[in-house]
């Protein structure tokens, strides 16, 4: 699998395949077994500066306010706290959080703890941009809102960013190119280019006669996998 400098790819696959081993081997929080994982063309080793990484959960210190929370990256990255507090309070204003930097994560919604992730990891200007199902918590309006946000946040940007996620419409609506693969344990089944004008609304874009073919096109790769792993998990239960 390769992703190209500034671009936004989308990882799809059946449940336990290893797509969220695929981040981790990225980030270097994990060593691969076998093969090789090159970030611009050297090995990883160890875990990088100018990665960002996106939990499924949200990331937040639940004892920081939200400016705290959005500054602690720099600071220990060394910014000096008047310049951290600065830009934190920029990627703030970004994601519309700049009225609730002394609130408190569980003073927020999921929404808005979400935002507080994005901002969080975007101030630390991260050439790559892993992403673990970050929005599959919140409810389906919330969803569409927070996808239509992080395109807005990730455009100019020029980090390239991996996106994991269970929901085909979601890949599609969000990528350049879309990644399926196989049955555990994973190999890269295929790969799809999406090719929708940007800039993108989401659920303008789902409307789209193109949107629909792109789908069904996938859907054909991804749910045979898909299938595959069903049967693997009911001959275990028999």
Request: hydrophobic residues 40%.
């Amino acid at each position: 699998m390769t992703v190209d400098r500034g671009e936004f790819v989308a990882v799809v696959g059946p449940t336990g395949c290893g797509k969220s081993t695929t981040l981790t081997l990225v980030s270097g929080l994990e060593e691969p077994t076998e093969g090789d994982v090159l970030v611009g063309g050297e090995p990883v080793s160890g875990i990088a500066e100018d990665v960002g990484f996106v939990f499924q959960q949200d990331a937040v210190f639940p004892w920081r306010t939200v400016l705290s929370n959005v500054m602690a990256g720099p600071r220990f990255r060394g910014v000096p706290k008047q310049e951290a507090r600065e830009r934190a309070r920029q990627w703030l204003t970004r994601v519309g959080l700049e009225a609730f930097e002394d609130r408190y994560p569980h003073q927020l919604s999921g929404g808005q703890r979400k935002r507080v992730s994005l901002a969080a990891t975007f101030v630390n200007d991260p050439k790559i941009l892993l992403m673990d199902e970050p929005f599959s918590a919140l409810d389906v309006q919330t969803r569409a809102l927070m996808s239509d946000e992080l395109l807005d946040l990730w455009s100019g940007t020029g980090a390239s960013v991996v996106f994991v996620t269970h929901d085909l419409e979601e890949s599609i609506a969000l990528a350049d190119k879309v990644v399926v693969m196989t049955a555990g344990p994973a190999t890269v089944k295929e790969v799809f280019e999406i090719d929708l004008p940007r800039p993108r609304k989401v659920e303008q874009v789902r409307l789209q006669t193109e949107f629909t073919d792109i789908y069904r096109e996938i859907w054909s790769s991804l749910g045979e996998e898909v299938r595959i792993t069903r049967e693997r998990g009911a001959g275990h239960a028999a």
